[in-house]
Every structure is written in C-alpha cells, then in structure tokens.
C-alpha cells in the first residue's frame, strides 16, 4: 500500500506541480535576454532618446525657421491657384447656361411654330365651315326664292 501511495503522490506531482517547467521556463528567458542579447534593447533605447532630443533641438527650430519662410507664398500661390479655379468654374457654368438658354430656346421656338401651325389649321377649318355654311344659306334661300317665285 506504501508503494501505491507513493506512486499516487508522485502523479500527483507530475500533473499539478508546475514549478520545475515554469523553473526552467523562466531561466530561459533570463539567460536569452541577459547573457544572447547583451542589453542591446538598452542601447537601442538610448540611441532613439539621443535622435529624439536631437530633433527636438536642432531640427525643430529649423523647420520653424523653414516653415515660416517659405509657408506666405506657399499660401499666396495656392490663393491664386483656388481664384484660377473659381474662375474656370464660373465659366463653365456660364458655358452651361448659355447651352441651357440655347436649347430652351430651340423647344420653345418649336412649340410656337406648333402653336402657329395648329391656329393656321384651326382657322382654316373654321374658313371651311362658315363658307360651307355660307353656301348652304344661300342655297336655301335661293331654293326659298324658287318656291315663293320671287325674282330680283
């Protein structure tokens, strides 16, 4: 019974007792980033705060110094580039417009001549009409004259 006891306690060790992976784990990690790396992550991390304090010292001023001199007519040509714009939009509206007024000019100058041509029409049948009646009152009385045997 001694030695089942034994061997349980000895699986119970190999399933939940952690310690010598994590043990050996853990050294690893020491070992590559102390003795493989030789701290370069420290001189790396010195060479970007020495870059970093020498932008912020020398190259900031300067491009202050640049961007003060050169940004007035950088600002002076691009108003005249967005006035050359403008302009160029402008008359393209113009353009369009005068191509709009043009068509509905065309339309409206149809539809009149449309207008001209049905009225024409119209009064033409109406000519038709009061001649076609005319004649039909002057045969009537006529035949009225030939019945009443009235002779002028």
Known sequence: MASVIKD???IWSRLFEHRPFIQGEVNFFLREFQEKRND???ERLFKILEYSTELN???LPR???LGDCHLPSLKA???VALSMCERVLQRQEEFDSDLALQHS???RKAEWEKFINDMSDKCQKVDKAFQDKENEIKEYYI??????????
């Open 8 to 10: 349980t306690g000895e």
């Open 105 to 107: 000019r065309e339309i």
């Open 143 to 152: 035949d009225l004259e030939k019945k009443l045997h009235i002779t002028p």
């Open 77 to 79: 040509n691009i108003d």
């Open 40 to 42: 370069r992550e420290v």
């Open 57 to 59: 010292q020398n190259q």
């Open 63 to 65: 491009a202050e110094q």
